[in-house]
């Protein structure tokens, strides 16, 4: 009979993918995210987004809307469309403020904004709690799985046993 795993790697360090096509602000990103125990991964659109996602996906993406090839909305909305990149959680990065670029924001499946220019504290506040939301959902994804299979060797065991 084989055991289920309830923990993955709780340990992990945190990857957070940075993505916008201005160097100056993927860089200022980086440079606040530093005060957070975590790893960032840069993508200069949405295109190279979508690659490192498909590749090692990331624990949260802070997401830039006005770029080339792709805008922001068309990249949240591929992501949350795809049920292995759903629980993703993205933060849109905007000098966007029109209430119509929000509601698009929302209805392509954000889980929240920063406006432009970003302020660090609100940044790093916002960042810690979108971590600590995945790390307990990822949490309960592993419990669930653990009971499932505890379940299913419960059944095994019994149907033997008769």
Known sequence: MTKARLQEDPGKTPMILVVDDNQQNLELLQAYLEDIDCRTVPARD???????????????ILLDIMMPKMSGFEVCRRLKNDPKNSDIPVIMVTALSEFGDIERGIDSGTDDFLSKPVNKLELLTRVKTMLKLKHLTDKLERTLAYLNEIEKQAQTAKSDAD
């Not at 949405?46 to 949260?60: F, H, I, S, T």
């Open 46 to 60: 949405g295109l190279e987004a979508l690659d490192v996602v498909a590749n090692d996906p990331p624990d949260l």
